[in-house]
T-cell receptor, first 111, second 110 residues
Framework: NAGVTQTPKFQVLKTGQSMTLQCAQD?????MSWYRQDPGMGLRLIHY???????DQGEVPNGYNVSRSTTEDFPLRLLSAAPSQTSVYFC??????????FGPGTRLTVL | SQQGEEDPQALSIQEGENATMNCSYK?????LQWYRQNSGRGLVHLIL?????REKHSGRLRVTLDTSKKSSSLLITASRAADTASYFC??????????FGKGNQVVVIP
């Protein structure tokens, strides 16, 4: 099993550009989440999903969209990138309310 | 808002010593989890303790949970240089959301 995969590993955007961070898991997990990690802030939940077709907002959802059309994939869309979205983004999946499996992260810089 | 808050934030110890980290939270939880993050990597799950459990062991890890004080502790015994990492507690509430603390940096000096 590949576990949780994320692409790209690194990305540089200009302010106002849009992009999609990809996340996929091959463990048939129902739950998937997106977090951002900033220095001194720990991980903050952006959006999460408890199953295909179901998504909900987390702590910091503004400026991000998600969809969950399949169990495996949970892409995160930045609609119009801003410097405040410079961060490291982690995707995670879990089987219910149990341990979460994290991807390797995407380092995003918005100029 | 951040649920878990770890204390202390940074810890430097000699190899072979024990490392203890504490975590406090504010609302009721279903379970509390501890994760490790090595520099530049994703988080790795260490141990999960449910709200009706008081203590749990996994190898050199010991976790306690005191729901009356809304606090948990993680003890790493006989630390090794490879234990150098950041450690995060995370609480799962009734809303299915996992809320992370800001993390503890642990440096184990060989």
């Amino acid at each position: 099993n590949a576990g949780v995969t994320q692409t790209p590993k690194f990305q540089v955007l200009k302010t106002g550009q849009s992009m999609t961070l990809q996340c996929a898991q091959d463990m048939n997990h129902e739950y998937m989440s997106w977090y951002r990690q900033d220095p001194g802030m720990g991980l903050r939940l952006i959006h999460y999903s408890v199953g295909a077709g179901i998504t909900d907002q987390g702590e910091v959802p503004n400026g991000y969209n998600v969809s969950r059309s399949t169990t495996e994939d949970f892409p995160l869309r930045l609609l119009s990138a801003a410097p405040s979205q410079t961060s490291v983004y982690f995707c995670a999946s879990s089987a219910g309310n149990n341990e979460q499996f994290f991807g390797p992260g995407t380092r995003l810089t918005v100029l | 808002s951040q649920q878990g808050e770890e204390d202390p934030q940074a810890l430097s110890i000699q190899e072979g010593e024990n490392a203890t980290m504490n975590c406090s939270y504010k609302t009721s939880i279903n379970n509390l989890q501890w994760y490790r993050q090595n520099s530049g990597r994703g988080l790795v799950h260490l141990i999960l303790i449910r709200s009706n459990e008081r203590e749990k062991h996994s190898g050199r890890l010991r976790v306690t949970l005191d729901t009356s004080k809304k606090s948990s502790s993680l003890l790493i015994t006989a630390s090794r240089a490879a234990d150098t990492a950041s450690y995060f507690c995370a609480t799962l509430g009734g809303n299915n959301r996992l809320a992370f603390g800001k993390g503890n940096q642990v440096v184990v000096i060989p």
